[in-house]
């Protein structure tokens, strides 16, 4: 693969002579709205910065040169002018966002004086607003460039420290309660914030997969015992490919990874059905092996080859979770239904659980509860969010889930 960052272009918070994704600073006195703010800019695209108050908006400035501004309802009248007087010294080029009625006074005296001081204001964005106005009010910065070409090196991306763990939840169907999230890989690239997985996982063949892998389960690690402390035990899923289970050495180093705290209620693999079908005797093999240090494998897209699961003399599965297509618009459509019935029926009679993914609707979810799914999971219930978010977004456990 080829690395796209020239070294004579290697400075922090650029990508070659400009950046190609727009960043945001957000200002106000209040943690929780600089969060709330960060989130929500960042699902819009942008790489976020915050400064609490106007004695650390120089080193932001430096640091971070944002394109946007965002000044927060918690801003009080004589933190607003040291943060105009610091923008005018550092020769800000960007727009400033009040986040207010247009008809208040201090919103009023804001943008008067920006002008003054000919700062690009941007039309107020009232209080309360939606994700929808947000981004009306900042849609000339949303980043309009390509995605990465080519694609980035994984090697870069693992030396650099731009991978990270986001986790979507797996819900109960039948008591709507969390049971369990799946950690899914990202990027957070210097310039193009959160990059597709397209565009930096590599081949199975490629070396640098089974780095890739072996990133993807320190980092669940470490986030499960993140989030033992902040929330309680999360049961967590990870994707892995067959090929990381041919190497006897690689599955016995994880074994020796997994936590022995009690609260510690499994890890769950999940390895594409086409892959599990392609190597069935080996996934079989290194199931029973990993039972014993308490790792279950997940049968994960599982479509028109789920016969292909019949007959076994050993089912070692826990779960299996049905393929997207085939739980989208099931509500309408018969075949659907009756590769779904057939899945679970297959799930059910070997004790093991099984998931809708891609639930988005309210029609979805009805479908699946009539089928009988134990499990959905999909953007009705969330999207998927990094570690600390989503420890936010979790509620407190009240027991420890079911072992796997």
């Not at 008809?103 to 000919?118: L, S």
Request: with cysteine; net charge negative; charged share 25%.
């Amino acid at each position: 693969m080829n690395h796209i960052l020239p070294n004579e272009y290697a400075r922090p918070g650029w990508f070659g002579h400009r950046k190609l994704t727009a960043r945001a600073c957000i200002a106000d006195s209040k943690k929780h709205l600089r969060t709330f703010l960060s989130e929500a800019l960042e699902d819009l695209g942008f790489i976020t910065s915050e400064c609490a108050d106007a004695g650390e908006l120089d080193g932001v400035l430096d640091e971070h040169r944002p394109d946007l501004l965002v000044l927060g309802v918690s801003v009080n009248g004589v933190e607003i002018g040291r943060i105009l007087e610091t923008l005018v010294k550092k020769t800000f080029a960007g727009k400033v966002l009040i986040i207010g009625h247009p008809e208040t006074i201090m919103v009023k005296a804001v943008r008067q004086i920006g002008e003054e001081y000919h700062i690009d204001m941007l039309p107020p964005l009232p209080t309360p607003f939606s994700a929808g106005t947000l981004r009306d009010s900042v849609v000339t910065l949303l980043p309009q460039e390509p995605a990465p070409s080519p694609a980035v090196d994984v090697a870069e991306a693992l030396k650099a420290g731009w991978l990270e763990l986001w986790y979507q939840q797996k819900i109960n169907l039948r008591t709507l309660v969390p049971l369990g999230a799946e950690a899914l890989v990202r990027m957070r690239h210097p310039a193009w914030g959160v990059v597709p997985p397209a565009y930096f996982i590599p081949d199975v063949d490629d070396p640098h997969f089974h780095a890739l892998s072996d990133f993807v389960i320190s980092r669940a690690i470490e986030d499960w015992h993140y989030l033992l402390e902040q929330k309680g035990p999360v049961d967590l899923s990870i994707n892995l490919p067959a090929s990381f289970l041919r190497d006897p050495a690689a599955v016995r180093e994880l074994c020796r990874k997994v936590p022995e705290h009690p609260a510690f209620g499994g890890l769950l693999f999940e390895i594409t059905s086409k892959e599990v079908v392609e190597n069935l005797d080996l996934i079989v093999e290194v199931a029973r092996q990993v039972r014993l240090h308490n790792i279950a494998i997940s049968v994960d897209n599982v479509g028109t080859e789920w016969p292909s699961l019949m007959g076994l003399k050993h089912f070692p599965f826990v779960e299996l979770k049905v393929d997207q297509q085939f739980v989208t618009g099931a509500a309408d459509d018969r075949l659907k239904q009756t590769v779904c019935r057939h899945i679970i029926e297959l799930a059910h009679d070997h004790g093991a659980r099984v998931l809708a993914q891609g639930v988005e609707t309210r029609a979805d979810f009805l479908t699946a509860h009539g089928l009988g799914f134990d499990l959905v999971q999909g953007y009705l219930f969330g999207k998927p969010m990094g570690v600390k978010k989503f420890a936010r977004a979790r509620p407190a456990a009240t027991g420890s889930e079911p072992k796997l």
